[in-house]
């Protein structure tokens, strides 16, 4: 059975960097897209960025776009998400997930049948 387990998450101040981490297990990681997510309090989980199974196509919230970077580093089984310039608004509760159905991902929740627990990124100013 497929486990996917975030780490990384912190509380930081504004203008801060933070790398978060998904480890993958139970699942061919190579033929798997990890898409990240992240939930705030009252609001509903969007979506951040994803990665295909081969690691080279990737996509960012508008968002994010600029500030975030998606990798997948197939000898590890890990993706990272390396967010930069953090402000308050990144602040929520980040899960990452696994899409076994699509090659490429995709930003919809509802696709991806794996979740992690999440990760806490807390963001002052």
């Known amino acids: 059975q497929g486990q996917l387990v975030e780490s990384g998450g912190e509380s930081v101040q504004s203008g801060d960097s933070l790398r978060l981490s998904c480890a993958v297990s139970?699942?061919?990681?190579?033929?798997?897209?990890i898409g990240w997510f992240r939930q705030a309090p009252v609001k509903e989980r969007e979506f951040v960025a994803r990665?295909?199974?081969?690691?080279?196509?990737?996509q960012f919230a508008d968002s994010v776009e600029g500030r975030f970077a998606i990798s997948k580093d197939n000898t590890r089984n890990t993706v990272y998400l390396e967010m930069n310039n953090l402000t308050p608004a990144d602040t929520g509760l980040y899960y990452c997930?696994?899409?076994?159905?699509?090659?490429?991902?995709?930003?919809?929740?509802?696709?991806?049948?794996?979740w992690g627990q999440g990760t806490q990124v807390t963001v002052s100013s």
């Open positions: 139970g699942l061919p990681f190579d033929r798997v897209a």
């Open positions: 990665v295909s199974r081969s690691g080279y196509t990737k």
């Open positions: 997930a696994a899409d076994v159905q699509h090659v490429y991902g995709t930003p919809l929740p509802d696709d991806y049948g794996y």
